[in-house]
């Protein structure tokens, strides 16, 4: 069935850096990639997607990138601040089924 | 607009007891979505519904859990006979799903059931 692998789990990253997190999606069909964020104790927030007629969609300090051919896609922070912290999940959305598919999420720990 | 909304956030039971998890999604949303997260699983999706329609529901866990959604704007998930290891956050998620265009899906606050 659909899978969505995503790594690494755990995301340790000193303030100013750089966080990047992966995920592979196992249908061609998917058609849609959002990327939440969960702060403990709250809902997952919707931070950015993308749609697979683009490769690449940036909103500040965070930009997503996408690979059909090679079925991946990608979360990128930048000049990271202690409340970038939370978990982030991927997912991606099969064309047709309406439904959506979750990576295993990765805690992201941004160091002061 | 309000968002997601469910009740109640937090539910305390005992094992053998009916459960019952309530959602309003968005307005003008035409899919419904229930999740549970626990920190062993994850976020699971549950049963999901478009226009009204239950469309997949092979993420419910056993017949135990039932879930309905008589109109467009509210939907119930029920637990009966609820057990322990039925404890989790319960998520409502909505989203405007148009065949080939999907939009985006929010989540509500969610619901933490536990049962002792």
């Known amino acids: 069935g659909e899978n969505v692998e995503q790594h690494p789990s755990t995301l340790s990253v000193q303030e100013g850096d750089s966080a990047v997190i992966k995920c592979t999606y196992s249908d061609s069909a998917s058609n849609y990639f959002p990327w939440y964020k969960q702060e403990l104790g709250k809902r997952p927030q919707l931070i950015i997607d993308?749609?697979?007629?683009?490769g690449e969609k940036k909103d500040q300090r965070i930009a997503v990138t996408l690979n059909k051919t090679a079925k991946h896609f990608s979360l990128h922070i930048t000049e990271t601040q202690p409340e970038d912290s939370a978990v982030y999940f991927c997912?991606?959305?099969?064309?047709?089924?309406?439904?959506?598919?979750f990576g295993t999420g990765t805690r992201l720990k941004v160091l002061a | 607009d309000a968002g997601v909304i469910q009740s109640p956030r937090h539910e305390v039971t005992e094992m053998g007891q009916e459960v019952t998890l309530r959602c309003k999604p968005i307005?003008?949303?035409?899919?419904l979505f229930w999740y549970r997260q626990t920190m062993m699983r994850g976020l699971e999706l549950l049963i999901y519904?478009?226009?009204?329609?239950?469309?997949?529901d092979s993420g419910m866990p056993e017949d135990r859990f039932s879930a309905k959604m008589p109109n467009a704007s509210f939907s119930t998930l029920k637990i009966q006979p609820s057990e322990p290891r039925d404890s989790a956050v319960y998520f409502c998620?909505?989203?405007?799903?148009?065949?080939?265009?999907?939009?985006?899906?929010?989540f509500g606050p969610g619901t933490r059931l536990t049962v002792t």
């Open positions: 993308i749609r697979s007629n683009v």
């Open positions: 998620a909505s989203s405007l799903v148009l065949y080939r265009a999907p939009y985006e899906q929010y």
């Open positions: 519904f478009n226009n009204n329609v239950p469309i997949d």
């Open positions: 307005s003008g949303h035409n899919s």
């Open positions: 997912a991606a959305l099969t064309s047709g089924t309406y439904k959506y598919i």
